[in-house]
């Protein structure tokens, strides 16, 4: 019985070629997108869930001052101290720092010549890995970070400095640390390399008792720069938060100088395994995703897929009145309808499973292709991967009823007496379904089509406005102290007679980096302290950047002069209370702590974006840069585009006064795009599952036009005997589509609104809803329709009614 019911579907399905083969391709194009989409997710949940008790490790984040100041992925440094007294439901706590580049140099191997210039090496506690328990191929986790001689390694970095060699025979080879005069350290440990699935991503890790001291033992709540992560049950979250709050009010408050200025300062605990899609602040070690872009994409595949089965019914039911009377002769034969509907159930069944061998091999395909646009490095394994093995039979289930089972039903259902005399209504009904399917399929491509060109022209504003900065033409390098104070002055001459050089500035923060310090500020004659972001820069950094001064000066170009005097923005000014009459004012700096100063106001600059689009400006003080010792930039306005020539030339000045450190550096306009780089994946997904979605839209209608240029061909043929035009046919033929689709706009429109409002408003500044983008993508809609249209009725319109009629 099954052989015959595979035997007659297949027969049926040869026969109807169009109608076999565009379902076939539009649940192709449906399930790829579908399979591909579910791989993305997968990837997009899955972060740090590599790691043995990862429900169990949460990250702490301090949000300091009011709500329109900073919420940061760090913590201050002396929370340590508090969690390992005040918090005993912690079982192991670790801190690690990202804080400067590292310069590296093999003592031993094939590239103990060669010194390599390294970005992904923290500084780390000794507990770091009785919280983070890493895959170890050699060595030993407990001595890797117990002194500070020794450090852990990655493996591929291990084979970057020593070659292909076993990771046993890396522990206790040495590697030479730093620049001026560096120091050898022993490999204790080589673990595994994390995963792209991971929301940090370091090669090395070391202890170094000087900046342990310096920084990790700070007794300070007011800057937040460690990385800090607590491990403990996943059940006792609420009693560690409560202490956490508690710590707060005993500790944290206090040493802010006023209950009213830290009475916004809270802690706050972050599963590890969230920070991926749900964290979004300032210091976070990567760019992370969007939880709403994994739900917005899943749905957009979901209809996708659903597209496609809206073909498969639509063209099912067109073709009701064609099979009506096989149904019939099948009946009056004793067919019983349970049969008819297995019968319809296997063709659809047939089809499903040739389109989801199509589209196993499309994914295939375009797997690579996918990677490139998302960013990704996924690896489609039918075999390998339990997801994909356990969805794909799933999918061929839901989708044989889900595509089948209304037209099995329908069809199914018809009166054996009634059709064989001819007297079966197949229309009314089955037209009302066909017709709301088709305008949820242009709908949903209409809703995703107008989203597709808000979003791109938000991400166009990002690109192309004015942040109150030029970052065009500025080329970055980042100065662990390699320069050293004292020859800051003499580089700047050399790197400025070069002619494409039109400036050079040292500072110790730069817009867009998120590495801001961030201190406390108040006027002379007040108690009202306001924190703030505050780095330190030199007379040439306005410049550099073109700032625009709004009033006073900038600071002086003879060295020395502008000690403790500082230029704020706007923002700043406003805070202070001083924004009508903001020169000559002295603000304190810290005060109450060692640090403590008094500095005069010289200059204001206009307020401009240092953060994010997504966040608001905020207040900012720049220091006149002085003996800095740590992390800093160095930033060259370039007078035209950069050609290799001009940066050799560069890096020969550098070589010059930094013999033995290769020169790091990069291009702020670069940076600054690779800080949106999840919204530009985002839109190019976005697009190409548009463009599907379009796709299978068009293809539905292609058929459905086929169908009814089919039914018509006799009427076509007389109103062409008595007069009619082609134009005439094709506005009959079309009339009742376009009907369709313009219903559908009515209703894509508000939904696709409303979308889009919801993604925007995670920026504090962005473009609104443009009429006239809504209005181009109602007109490709009608285009995109009337085109599909005419292409199916073009040869109708054409053809002799002759040919129409001669049976009669």
Known sequence: MLKNYLKIAWRTLQKNKLYTGLNIFGLSLGLSSFLIILLFVQDELSYDRFLPDSDQIFRVSANWGNAETASYATAPPALGVRVSEDIPEVEAMTRILKWNDFTIQPATGPNREQIFREEKVFYAEPGFFNVFDLSVLAGSKEKALSEPNLLAISASMAQKYFGDVAPQELIG????IGSNEPVAREIAVVFEDLPSQSHMHFDMLVYEPGMYNEIFLMDSWTWPILNTYLKFPEGKKEQVQEKLNQVVANYAIPAFGSEEEGSDFNLQLMPIQDIHLKSHLLREMEANGYEGYVYMFSLVALFVLLLACINFMNLATAKAGLRSMEVGVRKVMGSQKSQLVFQFLTEAFLVVVVAMVFSLILVQLSNGL????????????????????????VLIVVLTFLSGAYPAFYLSSFKPLLVIKQQIGVGKNSHTFRNTLVVFQFATSLTLIICTLLVQRQLSFIQNSNPGFNKEQLLIIHNDGEVQNEEREAFKNMLSSQSQINSVSFSTGIPMTGQFQMRSFNLRDSDLEHGMNWYEADADYLDAYQFELVEGRNFSMVEGVDQSKVIINQKAA???????DPIGQIVVRNQGENDEAQLEVIGMVEDFNFESYRNEIKPLVIEYMHDYYLRDYISIRLTLNPSEAGIEDIQKTWEGFVSRVPMNYTFFDQD???MYQSEMKMADLLKVLTFLSVLIACLGLFGLTAYTTHLRTKEI??????????????????SSFLKLVLIAIVL??????????????????KTGISIGLI???VLACLVIAGLTIFFQSYQSTRSEPIQSLKDE
């Open 173 to 176: 080879k040495a590697l030479m």
């Open 370 to 393: 996918f990677n490139q646009i998302s960013g990704k490095e996924l690896q489609f394994n039918l075999i390998q991967n339990p997801l994909i093995l356990t969805v794909v039979p």
């Open 574 to 580: 406003a805070y202070l209370g001083i924004a009508q």
């Open 672 to 674: 600054f795009s690779r």
């Open 717 to 734: 043929g007389i109103r062409k005997v008595f007069g009619a035009s082609g134009v005439e046919i094709f506005i009959m033929l079309s």
């Open 748 to 765: 894509a429109i508000p939904v696709a609104v409303y979308l889009t409002n919801q993604w925007l408003s995670d920026y504090a500044y």
């Open 775 to 777: 209005l181009l993508s």
